[in-house]
Structures are given as C-alpha cells and as structure tokens.
C-alpha cells in the first residue's frame, strides 16, 4: 500500500539540485529550458489554472495539444495543485472527444492553436466551462497566463495512491475507456525504466510518439525527467527528422522509443545504411509485436532494438528485452521489471506450462486502480486477487522468456486450429519488397475461418498473390497459410503507428 506516502515534485528536486542541467528542448520553436526556468514556467502555469479557472485539487485539466513542452509543464502544473491531467487525442473526431469529455468533466479545455474550432465545439457539446490556447511559444493565453502569474502555491498534501492523469485508451475497438493512472504508477514506471535502459541525469530522451498516449508520455519522457534528464520533443513523428536527429551526435540523444512502423520507415529513409547511431543507448521498440525481420535488419547495422511490452493500464513498461539478448532473443518481449509479476493463464484462470499459449495477467505497482467512472470494466477486468487481465496472447521459454504472441482478440480459429496473426506476418516480412502486412482471420464455408493477408509494397517491389502465399507454404503449417492477398497502398495506423486490423476489410 502506498496511501500515506508523499508525491514528491520531480522538476522542483531538480531546479534546486541542478538548476542549469536542460529539462526540455522544443524543436518546433527552438525553446530551450533548464531545469529552473521549466520550474518557473510550471509555478506559473499552475497559478494561471487556479486563477483563471479555479481549479482545485481533483479537477480534471483536459489538453489538446501536439507534442509541445507545454503539454509537460501542464502535467506538472496538474501535480502542484493537486488536479488531474487529461491529454486528448487530437486525431479524434468531435463526438469523439464530446464523449471523453462528458465523462471526465473537465474545469477547462486548452488547446493548440490549430484546433481551436474542435476544441470550442467539444466545450460546447460537452459543458466545459473554460477553454484557453497554448501556441508552441508563440502569443496564446497561456503564455499571458505564465507572464502574469503572481504569488504562491499552497500545495495539496498527496499521495502515491492519488491520481495523476486521466488516459484514454485508443478506443479501437468501443467506447474508450479512462484509465487512471495514479503517483505510485508513474514513480515505479520511471525507477524501473531508469534501471533496464539506463537513464540517468545525463541522458537525452526523443519524444515522438505523441503525449496523449502513453508511449509518448511515459516511455521515457517522465522517466527522464523523473532521473534529471532532457526531453527533446518532437511535434510530430517525421521519418526523414527522425533519421537527421539520431544520427546528430553534437545533439546527443541516448534514448527513444517507437512503434515498428517509426522503424520499418526510417530503414526505408535514404542514408539510413551509412548513418552512425553509436552513441544511442537505447532503442526501444513497443506499442506492437516487431517483426523478426526488423529486428535483424537493425541488429546486422548494429543497432541493438530493445522490444518491450506494455499498455496504458500497466504503467506501461510490463517487458523489456535486454540490449545483449536484443538477437539471442529475438523475438521476446524480455523479462518484467524488478516488481511487477505476470503470468500466463487459461481460460478457466489456471497457469498454463512453458512453452503452452494463453492470456498474459500483470500484477504489480504500476498497474492501473481502474478505470474512470466504469465499475462493470473494473470488475471484468480484474480478478478477486488483483490480477490485471491483459487480452495479450502470450508464452514463456525455457528460460523464463516472454513472447507476446498476439491480441488474444485477433487470434483465429481456422480448422480446429488456432492461428495467431503475428507469426504468419513476420513470415511474410521476410520477403524482400514488404514494407508492412497485416493478416486476419475472415470467414470461411469449409475451415471456419481462413487467413487474408493485407501487403504494402516497397517502391519498385514486384510480388504476386502466389509468390506470397508459396512463401508462407515453406514457412508455416498447411492451416496457418493465408488463402487470400491484398495488395494495399497503405494499412490504417492509429495516432502511435498500431495497425487498426479492425478497419480492414472481413468480406
């Protein structure tokens, strides 16, 4: 149990312990902030909230932003008036956000310039009181707000077992839930990442995938400044940026974390071969099952990609592969943290064997309490004993190694026999010419369900239905072979890069 222990102010411990060492650099607006004047912006940001909008300890703070250092110093704001932050995912539609906000009731929506006319709407629709700009360093009310802020703070006494942030899942598949995620979640997610990628005070974190979603927010933004490192952010994720940015050694970044698609793309960008990464710590990889072929394609240039497994309600980091057995392992999602505990289960509940396929459970610190104003979820979600239901299909090694092999959703059934989409796709990427492919399981009069196989090509790639489907039937058992082909100019991808299977075609 945590309640009773303090939540103590990362950026305040460091803007009195080392005030000039850089918390955060914008590269949108070239602003650039030691740890004592991100303090000062924060002090300021807080004041604004409370004054401008009363918000008090609880009150929801809803953000609208793209990836900005404001969108952190109003996290840390939220924090030093004891009120809950609530990123919104900007690539939603307005009855989208309509619902989200209707159900975590917001004080005040703020805003990046850009969606000013979505973001009026959905504080109409939804009753929001108050709604404020944020213009990436440029005149916005927020930055009148931070320069006319006055006085001090009286700070909430909280702890480890309050809520931080509002996050809502990605809705993909329903109405999208609120997970909570609580102090105590973040504190152990940060001490646990510091350990198995190495931050420290020096380190410089790449923030691209976006802050509503948790990969953005805390694979390793808050890590990094949990251990009194720099976040160097991006607005938004550019293949070509990207490459320019690790490979800039008078930058130094150390470490980044993205979804397969960031990688598939940047192997595709030119001067990708001749780029040195050899100051990069750490790579990470998440969000998504990696294909094999990635990862060798990387581990042959070098390039040690580290897979890791999480979600929102698990903190996120659930896994981590180690760098040395990023290709002796490849494959694994690695081991769990120092504190967390999985297990692998049946669907009466039971463990299964090493070796033997069932649903991933997580219990442990940096697991969710539940979800915001959905007490049918929470009792679904969890067992009586407090293990977390992950819907992941997942195995273990010999050597106590965890490999997530699918969304148990997307597993299917094809004869009697269960295939799981992801062992067929990293088959097909072993083709030269495939950028990306999905698989899913559609119908069928005689075996239940078969495999359709979506493939993006590489420009200039010529591959055929058969000369796929000839692939797999070296490759994989009779049943487990898609029986169709598409070939597509591009899969649907959610705001981090996932591959939304449910808007392909089963007809």
Known sequence: MTAGIPVEDWIAHHARFSPGSEAAHDLASGRRFTYAQFDGRITGAALWLAEAFGVRRGDRVAVLSMNDTDVFELQFACRRLGAIFLPLNWRLAVPELEFICKDASPVVLIHGAEFADDALKVARLAGVPHTADIANGRPSAYEAGIAAARGTIDRPSLDLSDIWTIMYTSGTTGRPKGAQITYQMCVFNSVQAGMMVGLTAQSKNLVFLPTFHTGGLNVYANPAFHTGGCNVVMRSFDPAQFLRLLGDKALGLTHALGVPTNFL?????????????????????????????????????????????????????????????????????????????????????????????????IRGPTVTPGYWNRPEANKTSFTTDGWFHTGDAARQDDDGYFYIVDRWKDMFISGGENVYPVEVENVIYQLDGVLENAVVGVPHEKWGEVGRAFVVLKAGANLDEAAVIDHCGSQLARYKVPKEVRFIDGLPHNATGKVLKHQLPRT
């Open 265 to 361: 793309m940047l192997a595709q960008e030119p001067g990708f071969g001749a780029a040195d990464f050899g100051h990069i710590v750490s790579l990470g990889v998440g969000g998504a099952a990696a294909p094999l072929s990635l990862i060798e394609e990387y581990g042959r240039k070098g390039i040690k990609l580290q897979q890791c497994w999480g979600m929102t309600e698990t903190g996120p980091i659930g896994l981590l592969l180690s760098g040395d057995k990023a290709l002796s392992k490849v494959g694994s999602s690695g081991l769990p943290p120092l504190y967390v505990r999985l297990k692998i289960c049946d669907p009466d509940g039971n463990e299964v064997k090493r070796g033997e396929t069932g649903e991933l459970m």
